[in-house]
């Protein structure tokens, strides 16, 4: 399968007749207000594994860890968070107001080898740092092979 690049210039050369309007959507819709918005509705996770643990990183900066709810139902676990707006730079007018977190949801689906019995996170520097720790029989088990 081939992948082929939209290119909105090269249609309007063709067709000549809607080219001012679509530039204007194009400038619209390729503002960094609108794609900025649309990226930063959750926060971005970073999910690794060591030998003993499966660890989760969302950051999240500007929140307190009071505004965070971890929870486990079956093996989905669900980071969300809370912010309300606080309007206390009244006497202020804005003429673009940009950050203003409302809430999000993350969920993940954990593997059979994580036991939630352990699962402990912690909030520092603008980073929510989840570790899951493994079962017993799924750590990762290293020995050396004696060749005949």
């Known amino acids: 399968m081939t992948l082929v ?54 950051a999240a900066p500007g929140l307190k860890k009071e505004d965070f709810k971890i929870s486990l139902e079956r093996d989905v676990l669900s980071i969300s968070a809370e912010q309300s707006a606080q309007n206390d730079l009244q006497e202020r007018s804005f003429n673009k107001r940009e950050f203003s977190y409302n809430s999000f949801v993350r969920s993940f689906t954990l593997p059979d080898s994580a036991d939630d019995n352990g699962i402990d996170a912690k909030y520092e520097n603008g980073v929510l740092c989840i570790n899951i720790p493994k079962r017993e029989e799924a750590k990762i088990q290293s020995r050396q092979i004696e060749i005949k």
Do not use: C
């Open 5 to 58: 690049k939209f290119n909105p210039n090269r249609d309007n050369k063709k067709n000549g007749l809607m080219t001012g309007f679509n530039d204007v959507f194009d400038s619209i819709f390729n503002d960094t207000f609108f794609s900025d918005r649309l990226m930063s509705r959750v926060p971005a996770a970073n999910i690794s594994e060591s030998q003993d643990h499966y660890h989760v990183e969302l």
